[in-house]
């Protein structure tokens, strides 16, 4: 079978996590009805309590249905691949592709960061996603990279004047709105996902299906109990399968670290302005400097 994900494709073990979520998206649901029931025979004082409590179970209900039709979602595209593979589709599907599929917003992106809230991977939906986030990482502004964190709407009209340069060049693509939610806890964020969309105003439900989405693969791909893979550490999850690292760009940071005897963050933000003057991925050029085919002048 294809494992074309670094052994993060097991269809066994995404059914046994789909019935896991399915029962507690049904057990969720059990104790909703029965604090809606009481709700409405309960005293003026207690009302408030069991109606807290449904809000509640019936959120959590929605983000287990939400892990159910995420991993239903990418098991069904890969199988539909699998049955066509004469097609000329390219590779398989990636998890964040079907992702974008399951939830109706299209072009979407994984940010995780690492101790300090520095960048270290990312994992995108579409070549917009791509694209997008390249230029915040590049021009080192955007709905990620700020800290700390703020997730939330930006539409059109903020767009430019919250991010003088990412405005400006993601509107070259397409995007007028971005949306952002937090990954992980508040006091303790892992990594942040974001919508890149067309519409200048995105509406209620689409934010709301990202923040649904968000906590969805906190509890399934980003669950700390999840087992780790022994050669990069991350999660044996599909979301994985695709992931850039920015290892050279950590690399290449050192190197002009050394070179200039500067900050981390000062190396960082040199490289990100030599690529966005040439034009090039900061990945692109890290390799560079890190296989010393370019040296920062």
């Known amino acids: ?45 207690m009302r408030p309590f069991h109606q807290r409590m449904a809000e509640l179970h019936r959120a959590a209900e929605r983000r287990h249905r939400t892990a159910v039709d995420l991993h239903t ?4 595209a890969v ?38 809230g520095i960048e270290a991977a990312v994992v995108v939906s579409d070549p917009i996603a791509a694209k997008a986030h390249e230029l ?57 996902l974001t919508a890149y969309r067309a519409e200048p105003e995105p509406d209620t439900e689409v934010v709301r299906s990202l923040d649904i989405l968000a906590e969805a693969l906190t509890v399934t791909a980003l669950d700390p109990s999840v087992r780790l893979d022994g050669d990069d550490g991350l999660p044996v999850h599909p979301l994985f399968g695709d992931i850039d690292l920015r290892v050279a760009v950590h690399q290449a940071t050192g190197v002009v670290m050394a070179a200039r005897d500067c900050s981390a963050s000062d190396a960082l933000a040199l490289i990100r302005a030599h690529a966005f003057a040439r034009n090039m991925g900061v990945n692109e050029l890290a390799h560079a400097i890190v296989t010393r085919t370019y040296r920062l002048s």
Do not use: K, N
């Open 1 to 45: 079978m294809w494992d074309g994900t670094g052994g993060r494709y097991d269809p066994p073990a995404l059914r046994r996590l789909i019935e896991t979520e399915r029962g507690r998206a049904d057990r969720a649901a059990a104790v909703a009805r029965r604090h809606e029931g009481l709700a409405g025979t309960a005293t003026a004082s």
């Open 73 to 76: 979602g990418y098991l069904d």
């Open 79 to 116: 199988g539909r691949w699998a049955d066509w593979p004469e097609e000329p589709y390219g590779g398989p599907p990636t998890f964040m592709t079907a992702a974008a599929e399951a939830s109706g917003i299209q072009s979407l992106a994984v940010t995780l960061f690492s101790t300090g």
């Open 136 to 192: 915040e990482y590049v021009l080192g502004e955007g709905p990620t990279q700020g800290h700390p964190l703020e997730p939330g709407v930006c539409g059109e009209p903020e767009l430019v004047s919250r991010w003088p340069q990412f405005g400006p060049a993601a509107r070259e693509l397409g995007v007028r709105a971005v949306i952002s939610a937090r990954l992980g806890l508040a006091e303790a964020p892992m990594g942040a």
